[in-house]
């Protein structure tokens, strides 16, 4: 009964280096949710998949953030040309919830903690 | 986009104490969770309760939806409920993304 994982736990990158971050969601999951959390905020949502289509990624914060899940299961989170605001928890999350069977929770990773000097 | 305030932002309370924890939203909800962050970071689910009440063990939720809010009640706290606790709601489909609260910074004193 594995979670969602997330990879790696911790990051550190130079500013205007590439980071990528990898999510292994809950398995038979169909939605994937990617979250960013500045240093004592609450998460803010960043993009949305359902299967392997990126249905929303209006929370995405510039056109350096890039996310993708071809397969339908594993997502990954790619940083372009970091900045040191890029910093901060990047968290994962997934659910069963998809189209109008919505009533289901999201399930959180452990997140990865990416630091940009 | 639909707001979500929690209250009180910090509370400091000896162990074996009871808490009450608010969070209040702008518009009606389809889904709302409540999770707490322990100091390691982790996010924890403790509740999918977008109206009714729920309880485990010492911990208990009601969402009163029609009046956009919802409780978190702690019971004979103990200090490994220390963390920030957040409420989460989205308005749209279980799809969409969760807007979430600034939290409550909880602190169990031994």
């Known amino acids: 009964g594995a979670g969602v994982s997330q990879s790696p736990r911790y990051k550190v990158a130079k500013r205007g280096q590439d980071v990528a971050l990898r999510c292994d969601p809950i398995?038979?999951?169909?939605?994937l949710f990617w979250y960013q959390q500045a240093l004592g905020q609450g998460p803010e949502f960043l993009t949305y998949?359902?299967?392997?289509?990126?249905?929303?990624k209006s929370g995405l914060p510039s056109d350096r953030f890039f996310a993708e899940r071809p397969e339908g299961s594993v997502s990954t989170l790619k940083i372009q040309r970091t900045q040191q605001e890029d910093s901060a928890v990047y968290l994962c999350?997934?659910?069963?919830?998809?189209?109008?069977?919505?009533?289901?929770?999201?399930?959180f990773g452990d997140g990865t903690r990416l630091s940009i000097l | 986009g639909i707001q979500v305030e929690q209250s009180p932002p910090d509370l400091i309370l000896q162990e074996g104490a009871n808490s009450t924890l608010r969070c209040n939203f702008s518009?009606?909800?389809?889904?709302l969770q409540w999770f707490h962050q322990n100091p390691w970071g982790q996010l924890i689910n403790l509740f999918y309760?977008?109206?009714g009440t729920k309880q485990n063990g010492r911990l208990s939720a009601t969402t009163v939806a029609t009046e956009r809010y919802s409780l978190l009640y702690i019971s004979s706290s103990q200090t490994t409920d220390s963390g920030v606790y957040f409420c989460?709601?989205?308005?749209?489909?279980?799809?969409?993304?969760?807007?979430f609260g600034k939290g409550t910074h909880l602190i169990i004193q031994p």
């Open positions: 999350a997934s659910s069963l919830a998809f189209g109008g069977y919505s009533n289901q929770p999201q399930h």
């Open positions: 518009d009606s909800v389809n889904n």
């Open positions: 309760i977008p109206s």
């Open positions: 998949f359902q299967n392997e289509a990126q249905l929303d």
């Open positions: 989460a709601v989205n308005s749209g489909g279980g799809a969409d993304g969760l807007t």
């Open positions: 398995s038979g999951h169909v939605s």
